[in-house]
């Protein structure tokens, strides 16, 4: 037996997954909204993203810059 773990794929290598149970009505909420940003910007609007704009947001409103929030603007 070997106590090596399963490879990750190159998107998630230095990556966290963060998740909340959420109740179901408001997963939908979130999705329809994702719905919508994403018509209204012309490309998809994952969930992920949409979680990661809102977490960078609100850790800038109590003076948080995180670093990868100021890497991704740097690529966009």
């Given at each position: 037996m070997t106590?090596?773990?399963?490879?990750r794929a190159a998107h998630r290598i230095g990556k966290t997954l963060v998740g909340?149970?959420?109740d179901k009505t408001d997963v939908f909420t979130v999705q329809e909204l994702c719905l919508r940003l994403s018509r209204e910007r012309g490309s998809r609007v994952t969930m992920q993203e949409f979680i990661l704009q809102a977490i960078s947001r609100q850790c800038a409103r109590h003076g948080v810059k995180l670093p990868c929030a100021a890497r991704a603007h740097k690529k966009a």
């Amino acid at each position: 037996m070997t106590d090596s773990k399963p490879a990750r794929a190159a998107h998630r290598i230095g990556k966290t997954l963060v998740g909340a149970y959420i109740d179901k009505t408001d997963v939908f909420t979130v999705q329809e909204l994702c719905l919508r940003l994403s018509r209204e910007r012309g490309s998809r609007v994952t969930m992920q993203e949409f979680i990661l704009q809102a977490i960078s947001r609100q850790c800038a409103r109590h003076g948080v810059k995180l670093p990868c929030a100021a890497r991704a603007h740097k690529k966009a």
